[in-house]
């Protein structure tokens, strides 16, 4: 079955310091990924998506798809980053698969 | 553009009652998504609409249902609560067919609490 992990549920650094989000996902085809994030008091959206291959916010995600991950990268935090971050998959039946999500906190 | 919206914002039932939550979509979208989200986890996706018909359902019981309006606005229905029904519920439109690489753009969810 197709699932999607996010091993940390909590992740804390500090403002200035490289930030990792670990995703891995379960899937034997050709998955599209995203990372969607929640803000405080705001609605989900998206960040960025596999297809694209851009960068958001200072943010990038690389697919590997040897190792089934599709990490969040950016190399120096920003207090405004602190938010909710969600790894999404879909593939062909039109669903998007969540992980539990991971909470970033940037320490100022 | 007021982006995808949700009624009603927080809803208190009781088990075994019914609960009707509803989606309009940002214009010009004709697909609409449902999700669950209990507390602590990632969205489950319910179901996908595009066009008035369903294209996708993921694994909930016959409970819940829903459809798609010609204005493409839509409706989740709940059968039965039960204690375990209580969570967020999101609406996500997108632009295109529904098709796995769309962007999808959520609402501000409906909190259903049963008790």
């Known amino acids: 079955a197709q699932r999607v992990t996010q091993p940390e549920k909590l992740l804390s650094v500090f403002k200035g310091a490289p ?12 998955p599209e990924l995203f990372w969607y994030v929640q803000y405080s008091r705001q609605r989900l959206q998206l960040l960025l998506r596999h297809i694209s291959r851009e960068s958001i916010k200072g943010f990038t995600a690389d697919l590997n798809k040897g190792e089934t991950s599709f990490h969040l990268k950016k190399p120096f ?7 909710m ?3 999404a998959l879909s593939f ?17 | 553009d007021a ?22 979509p940002i214009s010009g979208h004709k697909s ?8 602590g986890q990632g969205p489950q996706f319910i ?3 595009y066009e008035k018909e369903e294209r996708g359902r993921g694994n909930f019981p016959d409970r819940f ?29 997108s632009p295109r067919t529904g098709d796995y690489t769309d962007t999808q753009y959520f609402g501000p969810g409906t909190r259903l609490t049963v008790l």
């Open chain 2, 32 to 39: 609409v998504s449902w999700y669950q989200q209990v507390l």
């Open chain 1, 77 to 83: 935090a920003q207090e405004e980053d602190s938010a």
């Open chain 2, 47 to 49: 179901f996908q609409y």
């Open chain 1, 19 to 30: 930030v990792e989000l670990k995703c891995n996902y379960s899937y034997s085809g050709s």
């Open chain 2, 65 to 93: 249902s829903a459809r798609q309006f010609p204005n493409y606005s839509s409706e989740l229905n709940v059968n039965a609560l039960l204690l375990g029904d209580s969570a967020l519920y999101l609406c996500a439109s």
């Open chain 1, 92 to 108: 062909s039946n039109y669903q998007l698969i969540w992980g539990a999500g991971t909470k970033l906190i940037i320490k100022p």
């Open chain 1, 85 to 87: 971050y969600y790894c």
């Open chain 2, 3 to 24: 982006g995808v919206t949700q009624s009603p914002t927080h809803l208190i039932k009781t088990r075994g009652q019914q609960v009707t939550l509803r989606c309009s």
